[in-house]
């Protein structure tokens, strides 16, 4: 069983950066995909980006150039650098784990507020 807990959002003026990281209670080495999602009010959620065990990345276009996705088996952590901030990235951002480089998500941690002011 793994327990992920996301830290580092908050309140930040648009063209402002942050950033989120996921920490996991047990080691990701064994873990597949890594993920970030986002929901904002009223939407559905939205896969930001992931990061297979592989080291393959995808972003969402909307995000591509100012997100960066990035994992540390060692220290257990999944981290979200985000640059350039808008205010249509205010959101709840998720983490989430799959035993498999699959984006069928077992693992979601409990989400943390990004909020981008204009």
């Known amino acids: 069983q793994v327990q992920l807990v996301e830290s580092g959002g908050g309140l930040v003026q648009a063209g402002g950066s942050l950033r989120l990281s996921c920490a996991a209670s047990g080691s990701i080495v064994g873990l597949g995909a890594l993920g970030w999602y986002r929901q904002a009010p009223g939407k559905q959620r939205e896969l930001v980006a992931f990061i297979f065990s592989t080291n393959i990345i995808k972003y969402a276009d909307s995000v591509k150039g100012r997100f960066t996705i990035s994992r540390d088996n060692a220290k257990n952590t999944l981290d979200l650098q985000m640059n350039s901030l808008k205010p249509e990235d205010t959101a709840v951002y998720y983490c989430?784990?799959?035993?498999?480089?699959?984006?069928?998500?077992?693992?979601w941690g409990q989400g943390t507020q990004v909020t981008v002011s204009s």
């Open positions: 989430a784990a799959s035993p498999r480089d699959t984006l069928s998500w077992t693992y």
